[in-house]
């Protein structure tokens, strides 16, 4: 055999070596990395949700920090119909200078609601539109809306609607 062809046979059977072992690493990893299930990523989002709430209600700004997307399309509303107030923050920006603002004005620790145990959750694939209902011990019922987005495998809060209803009339 002249070394021309050995040249070409070792290239080829480099070749087939380097991309046999990168089929092989990608069957690995497909296999060590299975999708979670419907009931993981809702376990996932409802411990989300209720760490940032504790977070939020503690005062413990870098943790309810590290529960939101951190973009330009990030908002966070409030309506409170018992006395016909309302707030909306849009923007990362304006969403953590509202809640230090927040932090700063009232720095005593509210009350924590009752951690949610259940949670409404449409998947959409990196994506979560999240709705419950809450009593807060200082506000009474309130039904929220969570957008989440799963960033680096965590999900976050990239929206959040809050409605107040106030405490039920004896």
């Avoid at 070394?3 to 046999?20: E, P, Q, R, Y």
């Avoid at 411990?47 to 399309?73: C, L, M, Q």
Wanted: aromatic share 10%.
């Amino acid at each position: 055999m002249n070394s021309k062809a050995l040249h070409i046979l070792l290239l080829a059977i480099l070749s087939c070596t380097i991309g046999c072992k990168e089929v092989g690493s990608e069957k690995v990893k497909e296999a060590s990395t299975p999708t979670p299930t419907f009931e993981q990523e809702k376990t996932a989002i409802l411990a989300t949700i209720n760490n940032e709430t504790k977070a939020a209600f503690s005062r413990d700004y870098e943790g309810w920090k590290d529960k939101w997307v951190h973009e330009p399309f990030v908002t966070k509303t409030y309506m409170q119909l018992t006395d016909s107030s309302s707030s909306e923050t849009l923007g990362w920006d304006e969403v953590d200078r509202f809640v230090r603002e927040y932090f700063i004005a009232h720095p005593e620790p509210d009350p924590i609601p009752a951690l949610l145990e259940d949670i409404g959750v449409r998947l959409y694939g990196t994506g979560a539109w999240v709705s419950f209902e809450q009593e807060d011990p200082a506000r009474g019922l309130k039904r929220e809306t969570r957008l989440m987005e799963k960033v680096e495998g965590q999900w976050k809060i990239a929206g959040m609607h809050t409605t107040i209803y106030g405490f039920k009339e004896d």
